[in-house]
Structures are given as C-alpha cells and as structure tokens.
C-alpha cells in the first residue's frame, strides 16, 4: 500500500524557515507530479507548490520568492523549503501526489499534514 508520510513541521518565529518534506512509502511504479497543499483554520484549501516529473514548477503567488519546492527522483520525496515565515503561512500543509502503482493505472494521494505554526 502506498502512503504518503509529511514531515518537519513546527512552531517558528516570523521570519524563520521551515523545511518540509514528503516520504512516500509502498512500491511506486512512477510519480505524474507531486504538490503541496495547506489549510489554514475556517479557510479553504489551496495550492502552495506543485513539481512535474518533467520539473515544471508553479507557486501560490504569496509564497514566490519565499518557498522552494525540490525533489529527490531517487528516493520518491519531495520538500517545501520555507524562508522568510509569515503568520499567514499557518496552516496544516499536506503532501499531495499523483503516480501509478503499476504501470497501466494512475491514483492520487494525500499524507496525513503536518502542522506550521508561525507565531512570536
């Protein structure tokens, strides 16, 4: 069974970074895209970075400048290297992926989100 396990998340001061990172668990044939996705309390969920297999990237405009989205083909992981923290930015962040489990049927999956606080 594959799973997805988020990691890294934590209490910080504005203006300090985070790194976040995507495990995934199970056998994986081959990974379509990876994305990060984050909700914040009474706010809906949105989309803060995303990463192709082919390494197309695109960013929340909020987060421009401030987060890096990276992976490691060979280790199927993907991070969220956050700088310059915001109390806006607080929110659960989920890993999100799209990938197939064999060679002929793609799925989607969600980690379980890991906690970002950003607070003084």
């Known amino acids: 069974q594959v799973q997805l396990v988020e990691s890294g998340g934590g209490l910080v001061q504005p203006g300090g970074s985070l790194r976040l990172s995507c495990a995934t668990s199970?056998?994986?044939?081959?990974?379509?895209?990876m994305a990060w996705y984050r909700q914040a309390p009474g706010k809906q969920r949105e989309l803060v970075a995303s990463?192709?297999?082919?390494?197309?990237?695109n960013y929340l405009d909020s987060v421009k400048g401030r987060f890096t989205i990276s992976r490691d083909n060979a280790k199927n992981t993907v991070y969220l290297q956050m700088n310059s923290l915001k109390p806006e930015d607080t929110a659960v962040y989920y890993c999100n992926a799209n990938l197939f489990v064999t060679p002929y049927r793609m799925s989607n999956y969600w980690g379980q989100g890991t906690q970002v606080t950003v607070s003084s």
């Open positions: 199970g056998s994986i044939f081959s990974i379509v895209d």
């Open positions: 990463i192709t297999q082919g390494g197309r990237i």
